[in-house]
């Protein structure tokens, strides 16, 4: 059964102090992985998109790795802005496996 | 360039009541998927549909319908609500099933 597991489950930062967010997952075959923001009361944002082993892609604060069993989200000097639950979804087939996500809090 | 837009923003159905629950995207994706999100939980798939005229079973079909005349709507249909299926529904998007998908900002369903 294709599975993901985000850790932490929660996780507060003080503005300016980096740290990275776990996805691991077990699937049958990755056509890919996802990262998504999703604030309170709305719908989740597309953030990245990786798609092999060792592949990384970098947006403002935010950089995402992937290795063959899991992938990170590092944020780098966070600001309160960046406050959100992020999701991360996998890709056996045409249909995505999201995980619970990660609630970020970001103190000023 | 609306993206996915879905009604009702909030609703309230008694139990045994019926609604549905519209999704409209003006991307011209090809996919449409329905997902609910229960506090503490990942999103759960519903229904999902890979064009116009073609629908199939998420991970949580029980209880739910789906029609697709078109490749701009995709509307969830709900035939006797039960309390089980009070939680945040979320409309989808992509332009194949490889690609990311685009979220809608959601429907809050309570059932009392």
């Known amino acids: 059964e294709d599975q993901v597991t985000q850790s932490p489950e929660a996780l507060r930062l003080q503005e300016g102090e980096s740290s990275s967010l776990n996805c691991s997952y077990t699937?049958?075959?990755?056509?890919?992985l996802f990262w998504y923001r999703q604030d309170p009361g709305k719908g989740p944002e597309f953030l990245f998109t990786?798609?092999?082993a060792g592949e990384e892609k970098e947006k403002e604060r935010l950089k995402a790795t992937l290795t063959k069993k899991e992938s990170f989200l590092h944020i780098t000097a966070p600001k309160p802005e960046d406050s959100a639950t992020y999701l991360c979804?996998?890709?056996?087939?045409?249909?995505?496996?999201f995980g619970k996500g990660t609630k970020l809090t970001v103190n000023p | 360039n609306a993206g996915v837009t879905q009604t009702p923003k909030f609703r309230i159905l008694k139990i045994g009541q019926s609604m549905t629950l519209q999704c409209t995207q003006d991307?011209?994706?090809?996919?449409m998927y329905w997902y609910r999100q229960d506090p503490g939980m990942g999103l759960k798939l519903i229904y999902y549909?890979?064009?116009?005229?073609?629908?199939d079973k998420g991970e949580v079909p029980n209880g739910y319908n789906v029609s697709r005349s078109t490749t701009e709507d995709f509307p969830l249909r709900l035939e006797l609500a039960a309390p089980s299926q009070t939680s945040v529904y979320f409309c989808?998007?992509?332009?194949?099933?490889?690609?990311?998908?685009?979220f809608g900002p959601g429907t809050r369903l309570t059932v009392t």
């Open positions: 989808a998007s992509s332009y194949e099933g490889i690609y990311e998908q685009y």
């Open positions: 699937v049958s075959g990755l056509r890919g």
């Open positions: 990786l798609y092999s």
């Open positions: 979804a996998v890709q056996p087939a045409e249909k995505l496996v």
């Open positions: 991307m011209n994706h090809n996919y």
């Open positions: 549909s890979v064009g116009a005229g073609i629908t």
